[in-house]
Every structure is written in structure tokens, then in C-alpha cells.
């Protein structure tokens, strides 16, 4: 018997639709803010977990190959989805107004902000906006003692490797600017791990779900441990050996 077969039998049993429908949300903020921002130009992206990977391409987020497609946001906050697919999807948002980031993602009162949501299941999208920011800020030595000098980044990933997704929006990198000074802002609370990433000449941009754990368990075991607190900032010097 086919998968689809299966897929749609098993939602005949379950009491489940497997045609595709309307997924409804709305944006909310997590503060009151007076007046309330511009929400005109934010897009609201839905992707299949199977796309995760193409994801990490630029040209995936607005390219015509993208479905769902990104759907803006009414003035009342609300949006829209027509004709989804049952499956597995994350949640992005594109053009946050200014000053905010996107910091919760639920569906049926779940959180899926760093996890896919099951849209086999009824419920609603419900994302927060928040404008109380988290950083992580530092310099970076050579083994000297000195500003490092050389293009390097630092890059910041979740304690836990379980949570190494390829676009876990708590992966986060950062080129090293002038003087060796670093910072990263507005990533979810949590352990994180920390750690410099020479930069190779031709270095691939595109990279997979397995490159990228290859890459992050070699950085974990030189990689010093953080706590990010809900806001607030931490320092964190390194030393790029």
C-alpha cells in the first residue's frame, strides 16, 4: 500500500481531514506598546519540514517555488493561509518592524517556535512579538592577547544537540567586526554554547542538515557554555587559538 494510501486512511480513522484548508492566526505583542507598530509589511512564512534544508537558501524565502507562500498581516493582526496541505510546518516571520523580533510561535496554545506543529490537528497560529531583546557580546583574542584581526565568526548554538535543526533560530552566527569586538542579539533564553569559526576561502554557503552537525559537534568541543537570560545582555570574551 502506498504512503498516501496509509496518510489518507489513517486520517479517515482519525477523523481528520486530508484536503487541504485555511489556517488562520494572528499576531499579538507580548508588551503594550503605544503606539502600536507598523505591521503593514510583515509576512508570515509557513514551510513544510521536508523544505528545511532549501530553506537555507536566500532565494527560497520569496522564490516562486515557495508554498505555502508568505501571507501579510491585517491591520488587526490577523492572517491567513488558503488551501495548506496536512503535515509538518515551521513558522518564520519576514520584515518584523523595527525593534521587535519574533519571539514566541504557538498553535493550539503549543509551542512551536523552535519546533514544527502537526497541521493534521485544528488549532490556530498565534505569533508574539516582543520588545524586550537578549545579547551576547564580547572580544575576540588571539592567543597573544590581542584583538584578533583576521576574518573569523562566532557562532552560538543550544547546549543541548538534540536542538541542532539546520534553521534553528537558535543557531545563530556573526563575522567579527573591527577591533575583535562581537555581538548577537535576540535569541530564545536557554544554554547555549559558544565558539569561534575560521572562515575558509570558498567555505559552502549552502549547507546541509548533516554538514552542519558535523560542523557544530567539532565547535562543541572547544565551545564555552552560556546562559541567556529572557532579556538583558552577557560578555563573553574568546580567544581564537
Keep these: ?15 481528520v481531514s486530508s484536503e487541504p484548508r485555511a489556517l488562520e492566526g494572528r499576531v499579538t505583542f507580548l508588551s503594550d506598546p503605544k503606539p502600536a507598530p507598523d505591521l503593514s509589511r510583515l509576512l508570515v512564512q509557513m514551510w513544510n519540514t521536508r523544505d528545511d534544508e532549501a530553506r537555507t537558501k536566500a532565494k527560497f524565502f520569496m522564490g516562486p517555488n515557495v508554498e505555502p507562500k508568505p501571507v501579510p498581516v491585517l491591520p488587526d493582526g490577523s492572517f491567513t493561509f488558503q488551501n495548506v496541505p496536512p503535515g509538518q510546518y515551521f513558522v518564520g516571520a519576514l520584515r518584523v518592524p523595527t525593534g521587535w523580533w519574533l519571539r514566541s510561535v504557538r498553535f493550539d496554545d503549543k509551542d512551536v517556535t523552535d519546533s514544527a506543529f502537526d497541521f493534521a490537528d485544528n488549532g490556530r497560529l498565534v505569533l508574539g512579538l516582543s520588545d524586550q531583546h537578549n545579547s551576547v557580546s564580547g572580544l575576540v583574542r588571539d592567543s ?3 584583538p584578533y584581526q583576521q576574518t573569523i565568526d562566532v557562532v552560538v548554538f543550544p547546549r543541548d544537540p538534540k536542538a541542532w535543526r539546520l534553521s534553528s533560530v537558535r543557531i545563530q552566527s556573526v563575522r567579527v567586526g573591527p577591533g575583535g569586538r562581537y555581538s548577537i542579539t535576540d535569541l530564545l533564553p536557554g ?18 542538515s548533516d554538514r552542519q552537525r558535523r560542523e557544530l559537534e567539532s565547535l562543541s568541543l572547544n565551545a564555552l557554555v552560556i546562559r541567556l ?8 570574551n574568546l580567544t581564537a587559538k
Design 1 to 15: 500500500m502506498s504512503r498516501a494510501l496509509v496518510t489518507i486512511f489513517l486520517a479517515l480513522a482519525l477523523g
Design 144 to 146: 597573544s592577547g590581542n
Design 191 to 208: 544554554d547555549y554554547l559558544i565558539a569561534v569559526q575560521r572562515v575558509q576561502a570558498g567555505q559552502v554557503t549552502d549547507i546541509t
Design 229 to 236: 537570560p529572557e532579556s538583558g545582555s552577557v560578555e563573553q
